[in-house]
């Protein structure tokens, strides 16, 4: 085929109560420079990264182990993990989370499996690790109460599904994984050819929660989205929404009765990762079409607080696609590509830009 295509499953983000797509935020900018903590020939193929207290914990696509565990300075602690389908296994990690409320708890998500494995913050310190408990196994699939999801986050009063339904975008569920509603509307259809499974299918979106698990961002993987809501244990509500484009130049395969959507090089990619501290949020940004090299990494990190009143840019002296803060937004982390295209654990230091916004 000449152009290629590349297929991707992805959902769409909600436009929230208060839209910032007329009034373009991240109007400061300010440049920050990375400093290499594990280089490339020490890493296998990293693809998340979370910061729990001083460790920085990476997740191999399919390098085994899976987990790899180092200090802040970047020196080894510990790795562990098979793919497998035992108890102690995972067949692919889907993500990274600390446990919701302050928990010293480290939370492994089985995409394929649904379940969560947990490791105690100590034990992954030590020399031994621990059995890891299951924290959560999802196997209902009852008619009535049918979840169709892909990434789940694990709260403590409730579970969030990245929903592939176009009842909602969010699935809000009980903790024995009962649907307690979908939230979230869709825009109108990208194309009426496509069935409703394949236009909430358009959008995936990256995931990120404060500490106690009282507000979400979403940043949609193919579009220029992000989203924030407020989430109690029975309601998902919107905050706040700045869109710059939606899915384009698509190409639609219609294989029989099947017809699936699919990106082309002209399209656009939006946010490669997401995350955030109990002050802002951090949304990184690629914008590059599909046809350019490595176009999931990015070198623009949108950032806004929590309570709408800062937002600002910072861009990246490297091209990175995986990132997490520290609690005290001094620090970020991220995964990197080197100039040979080597990934590499990069941080940089944004303490002066906080200090510099706090004294504002």
Same mark, same amino acid.
């Given at each position: 085929?000449?152009?290629?295509? #590349?297929?991707?499953?992805?959902?769409?983000?909600? &436009?929230?109560?208060?839209?910032?797509?007329?009034?373009?935020?991240?109007?400061?900018?300010? !440049?920050?420079?990375?400093?290499?903590?594990?280089?490339?020939?020490?890493?296998? *193929?990293?693809?998340?990264?979370?910061?729990?207290?001083?460790?920085?914990?990476?997740?191999?696509?399919?390098?085994?182990?899976?987990?790899?565990?180092?200090?802040?300075?970047?020196? @080894?602690?510990?790795? #562990?993990?098979?793919?497998?389908?035992?108890?102690? /296994?995972?067949?692919?990690?889907?993500?990274? $989370?600390?446990?919701?409320?302050?928990?010293?708890?480290?939370?492994?998500?089985?995409?394929? $499996?649904?379940?969560?494995?947990?490791?105690?913050?100590?034990?992954?310190?030590?020399?031994?690790?621990?059995?890891?408990?299951?924290?959560?196994?999802?196997?209902?699939? =009852?008619?009535?109460?049918?979840?169709?999801?892909?990434?789940?986050? @694990?709260?403590?009063?409730?579970?969030?599904?990245?929903?592939?339904?176009?009842?909602?975008?969010?699935?809000?569920?009980?903790?024995?994984?009962?649907?307690?509603?979908?939230?979230?509307?869709?825009?109108? /259809?990208?194309?009426?050819?496509?069935?409703?499974?394949?236009?909430?299918?358009?959008?995936?979106?990256?995931?990120?929660?404060?500490?106690?698990?009282?507000?979400?961002?979403?940043?949609?993987?193919?579009?220029?989205?992000? *989203? @924030?809501?407020?989430?109690?244990?029975?309601?998902?509500?919107?905050?706040?929404?700045?869109?710059?484009?939606?899915?384009? =130049? @698509?190409?639609? &395969?219609?294989?029989?009765?099947?017809?699936? +959507? +699919?990106?082309?090089?002209?399209?656009?990619?939006?946010?490669? *990762?997401?995350?955030?501290?109990?002050?802002?949020?951090?949304?990184?940004?690629?914008?590059?079409?599909? /046809? /350019?090299?490595?176009?999931?990494?990015?070198?623009?990190?949108?950032?806004?607080?929590?309570?709408?009143?800062?937002?600002?840019?910072?861009?990246?002296?490297?091209?990175?696609?995986?990132?997490?803060?520290?609690?005290?937004?001094?620090?970020?982390?991220?995964?990197?590509?080197?100039?040979?295209?080597?990934?590499?654990?990069?941080?940089? *230091?944004?303490? =002066?830009? &906080? !200090?510099?916004?706090? =004294?504002?």
């Amino acid at each position: 085929m000449a152009n290629k295509i #590349f297929l991707l499953t992805i959902i769409f983000c909600v &436009i929230g109560c208060r839209n910032s797509s007329n009034n373009t935020p991240f109007k400061s900018v300010y !440049n920050i420079s990375s400093s290499i903590l594990v280089q490339g020939e020490k890493l296998y *193929d990293p693809w998340d990264i979370v910061l729990i207290d001083s460790l920085i914990i990476i997740a191999n696509q399919k390098g085994e182990p899976l987990i790899e565990v180092y200090d802040v300075s970047g020196k @080894l602690i510990q790795n #562990f993990l098979t793919k497998g389908k035992g108890p102690e /296994e995972i067949l692919m990690v889907g993500g990274l $989370q600390q446990r919701i409320g302050g928990n010293k708890q480290l939370l492994v998500y089985d995409l394929f $499996q649904k379940k969560f494995l947990q490791y105690d913050l100590a034990d992954i310190s030590s020399i031994m690790i621990d059995k890891p408990t299951i924290a959560l196994s999802y196997y209902r699939q =009852h008619t009535d109460t049918l979840v169709l999801f892909d990434k789940l986050i @694990l709260g403590n009063q409730w579970i969030i599904g990245e929903s592939r339904s176009l009842k909602g975008r969010i699935a809000l569920m009980n903790m024995d994984g009962s649907l307690i509603k979908y939230t979230g509307d869709y825009p109108p /259809e990208i194309n009426p050819k496509l069935g409703d499974y394949e236009n909430a299918n358009l959008y995936a979106s990256g995931i990120a929660l404060n500490s106690d698990g009282s507000r979400m961002a979403l940043a949609t993987y193919a579009a220029g989205l992000i *989203d @924030l809501y407020e989430i109690s244990s029975n309601s998902v509500k919107p905050l706040w929404s700045y869109k710059e484009f939606v899915p384009n =130049h @698509l190409e639609i &395969i219609e294989m029989g009765e099947v017809v699936r +959507a +699919a990106f082309t090089k002209k399209s656009r990619y939006g946010y490669p *990762d997401i995350t955030a501290s109990d002050r802002f949020v951090y949304a990184l940004f690629s914008g590059k079409k599909f /046809e /350019e090299p490595n176009y999931s990494f990015g070198k623009t990190i949108r950032c806004i607080s929590w309570d709408l009143s800062v937002d600002f840019e910072l861009h990246t002296d490297v091209n990175v696609n995986r990132i997490s803060v520290s609690k005290d937004d001094k620090t970020i982390y991220a995964i990197a590509m080197s100039d040979d295209t080597e990934p590499e654990i990069v941080s940089f *230091d944004i303490s =002066h830009i &906080i !200090n510099n916004i706090n =004294h504002k």
